[in-house]
């Protein structure tokens, strides 16, 4: 297989890419802002959008990293990972944008 197709998905790929980690920092970000109010269910109603896709992941950070004075800060540190993923393939001079601008490492170009 030629690399011609595969830079011809690379915009598909960045727009989805994108839509998923915006997604997720969203939903990392209710989460900071749900702390604040912890009479606040997640497993009830509209809530279970938001707890259902992150907590799985913040109770495995939780194990690594204990609230710092009582405050849950896991959310945060989601939301740096996500944000320096997004930076590094996304970016202006990330490895995705890089690839789609130039075709380098592919054989094209």
């Known amino acids: 297989m030629t690399a011609a197709p595969l830079l011809r998905l690379l915009p598909a790929l960045n727009l989805l890419l994108a ?24 497993q009830r109603g509209a809530m279970r959008l938001i707890g259902w896709p992150t907590e799985s992941l913040l109770a495995t950070t939780r194990r690594v990293v204990p609230p710092i004075g009582g405050v849950d800060v896991t959310p945060v540190i989601w939301v740096g990972l996500i944000s320096l993923v ?24």
């Open 19 to 42: 839509l998923v980690l915006g997604a997720w920092t969203l939903l990392f970000l209710f989460r900071i802002v749900l702390t604040w109010y912890p009479q606040i269910d997640l």
């Open 86 to 109: 997004r930076e590094l393939l996304l970016g202006q001079q990330g490895l995705l944008t890089l690839v789609a601008r130039h075709g380098t490492g592919l054989g094209v170009g």
